[in-house]
């Protein structure tokens, strides 16, 4: 995937839809625009290509394209987490690391929304999975209280971002009254 067209994309779909955001909040002031930080953070990558076991490929070469992203403004928000953040989640027992109801594989939680839900990709497979709220013990994910549950959200990152763009460009036409937007919503 080019990740510099994905940032590229979901810029121009931000200014597609941030306009409409500043108009309806206009009372509260001028707020903060989402972004995609294209600004690498070399240190962070040199420590993940250290790190051991060794993060997932797919996930490494994001981060050599984007520091980080926020879409708080986007439905119930998304974040792109930092690299750094990423790594420090790997040494916290409140960030899983496995989701034995969902995969045996090891995960990286790279992502979140603003409901608490969380996306991290698999070691092995590069995929992508959601994490609804729920206990975390020990790094491990037990459960959800999401009505959604815990599953597969895409084949891989660039499935994810494609994803996550989708759901960027139709928030931006909503005036079109299109009710197939909720099938974007992760």
Same mark, same amino acid.
């Given at each position: 995937?080019?990740?510099?067209?994905?940032?590229?994309?979901?810029?121009?779909?931000?200014?597609? !839809?941030?306009?409409?955001?500043? +108009?309806? #909040? &206009?009372? /509260?002031?001028?707020?903060?625009?989402?972004?995609?930080? @294209?600004? $690498?953070?070399?240190?962070?990558?040199?420590?993940?290509?250290?790190?051991?076991?060794?993060?997932?490929?797919?996930?490494?070469?994001? !981060?050599?394209?984007?520091?980080? +992203?926020? #879409? &708080?403004? /986007?439905?119930?928000?998304?974040?792109?987490?930092?690299? @750094?953040? $990423?790594?420090?989640?790997?040494?916290?027992?409140?960030?899983?690391?496995?989701?034995?109801?969902?995969?045996?594989?090891?995960?990286?939680?790279?992502?979140?929304?603003?409901?608490?839900?969380?996306?991290?990709?698999?070691?092995?497979?590069?995929?992508?999975?959601?994490?609804?709220?729920?206990?975390?013990?020990?790094?491990?994910?037990?459960?959800?209280?999401?009505?959604?549950?815990?599953?597969?959200?895409?084949?891989?990152?660039?499935?994810?971002?494609?994803?996550?763009?989708?759901?960027?460009?139709?928030?931006?036409?909503?005036?079109?009254?299109?009710?197939?937007?909720?099938?974007?919503?992760?």
């Amino acid at each position: 995937m080019d990740y510099l067209q994905w940032r590229d994309d979901m810029r121009q779909a931000i200014d597609g !839809y941030m306009p409409r955001i500043q +108009a309806i #909040f &206009a009372r /509260l002031g001028q707020l903060e625009p989402d972004t995609v930080s @294209d600004e $690498v953070d070399s240190v962070a990558l040199t420590k993940a290509e250290e790190a051991d076991p060794p993060l997932p490929w797919a996930l490494l070469e994001l !981060y050599t394209s984007i520091r980080e +992203a926020s #879409f &708080a403004h /986007l439905h119930n928000a998304y974040f792109i987490h930092s690299l @750094d953040l $990423v790594l420090d989640g790997l040494h916290r027992s409140g960030i899983p690391v496995w989701a034995p109801e969902v995969t045996d594989e090891r995960l990286a939680v790279f992502a979140s929304n603003g409901g608490g839900r969380m996306f991290a990709v698999g070691y092995r497979s590069g995929t992508v999975y959601r994490l609804p709220v729920g206990a975390v013990v020990d790094k491990v994910y037990d459960g959800s209280i999401d009505s959604i549950g815990p599953g597969e959200i895409a084949k891989d990152i660039p499935e994810f971002l494609d994803r996550l763009l989708r759901i960027a460009q139709a928030f931006r036409e909503e005036d079109d009254e299109d009710d197939d937007e909720e099938r974007f919503i992760m």
